[in-house]
Nanobody, 126 residues
Framework: QVHLVESGGGLVQPGDSLRLACATSGFAFDDYAIGWFRQAPGKKREGVSCISVRDGRTHYMDSVKGRFTISRDNTKNTVDLQMSRLNSDDPANYYC???????????????????WGQGTQVTVSS
């Protein structure tokens, strides 16, 4: 059974950093692309950052380029999202998701993904 469990969310001040973690089990991790998505109240779910199978090609949404870094550990079956210089655009529920993929593409649209975690809340407030 596929499981994805997010952790690391919380309340931070503008400019602070957070590191989100996605722990996975129940599928062949090496063969799946993993994405981090977020959804704020009243807004559609958007792809924050995604990473391809094996070779770790990455995609970032424009507003987080240079501030967020996605990484995967194929020995631990985990994907982390290091977030820095958090601002008022970043608060949301953050989800990780998985989809079988290939090393030539980095899918990063929510509709492309098959399996989802329950999410972890990120709040940015002074």
């Amino acid at each position: 059974q596929v499981h994805l469990v997010e952790s690391g969310g919380g309340l931070v001040q503008p400019g602070d950093s957070l590191r989100l973690a996605c722990a996975t089990s129940g599928f062949a991790f090496d063969d799946y692309a993993i994405g981090w998505f977020r959804q704020a109240p009243g807004k559609k779910r958007e792809g924050v950052s995604c990473i391809s199978v094996r070779d770790g090609r990455t995609h970032y949404m424009d507003s987080v380029k240079g501030r967020f870094t996605i990484s995967r550990d194929n020995t631990k079956n985990t994907v982390d999202l290091q977030m820095s210089r958090l601002n008022s655009d970043d608060p949301a529920n953050y989800y990780c998701a998985a989809v079988p993929g290939s090393s030539s593409t980095v899918p990063c649209e929510a509709w492309m993904y098959d399996y989802w975690g329950q999410g972890t809340q990120v709040t940015v407030s002074s």
